[in-house]
């Protein structure tokens, strides 16, 4: 308690002397939630993030959360000093999708209009004609479908699954997954409702489609924090990463909050529904972030590639608006 207490004092010491704000995401851990809370920084999904850091009239952006992120706050704000705990917080759709075997891919399919995910590469984007997060996926997708556009979507085939089903759009998917969200458990959570019968099941639609199915709210981060508050049920099933608790306890202080199951039986459950990055963004990695800055804590984004991907970017701001 001690040492924390000792780095939550020097972080805040330094977010001040570099004229810094914290922007946490949903998926990090409560104290670092709580930490940008206090502070004056934010709590949001990607897309709130974005824009909260890029109006917000500090110089230096903290961004805790995964390396996309990072990057698309410098991507909107090249003139701020962006820093992050760890370089090396990824993230698997990320990972899974490099940049020339998905170039590769758009330029084989020369008709589709190329929709990617926030969680991608500047590199990525910059291929890309819309970036678009989850919570304004399905309106964006209803849009360029009533235009006659056929679809790339990458590279979650579980969220591009679900858009297709939700606008009946002609949607081609690159393969990737979260490896968080692609572990929840259809029987298990169904054992678990039989459990808790009362209970709502909240998801987020980077699961599989199994466990979509058995929803009662499906949306993004903030969309299922609204549901939560919506929803008549006292208890609720969340399949999400479990970061997000902490703002969702916030929201209903009265209902009472499940982690969706991870693992059927027998098996063994590899992230828990937490992602193993964004718990890379402990109080000592920031506390360092701030400190030292440089190579292995700012973000940097090649001049040419950051004008390419603000234009796909730029669009999804303007449509969210
Ligand atoms: O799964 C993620 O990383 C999410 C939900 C990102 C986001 O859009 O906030
Ligand atoms: Fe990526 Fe999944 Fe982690 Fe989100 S939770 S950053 S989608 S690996």
Redesign the pocket.
Known sequence: ADEKTFYKEKIKKLLKERDAVMVA?Y?TDPEIQALAEETGGIVADSLEMARFGSQHPASTLLVA??R?MGETAKILSPEKTVLMPTLNA?????LGCPEQEFSDFCDSHPDRTVVVYA?TSAAVKARADWVVTSSIAVELIEYLDSLGEKIIWAP?RHLGNYVRKQTGADVLCWQGA????DEFKTQALTRMKGLYPDAAILVHP?SPQAIVDMADAVGSTSQLIQAAKTLPQKQLIVAT?RGIFYKMQQACPDKELFEAPTAGEGASCRTCAH????AMNGLKAIAEGLEHGGVAHAIEVDEALRVKSLIPLNRMLDFAA
């Open positions: 995401h998926y959360g995964v996309f990824e993230c698997s759709l990320d969680n979650d979260c490896i968080v969200h980077e990463d992602c193993p990055w964004m």
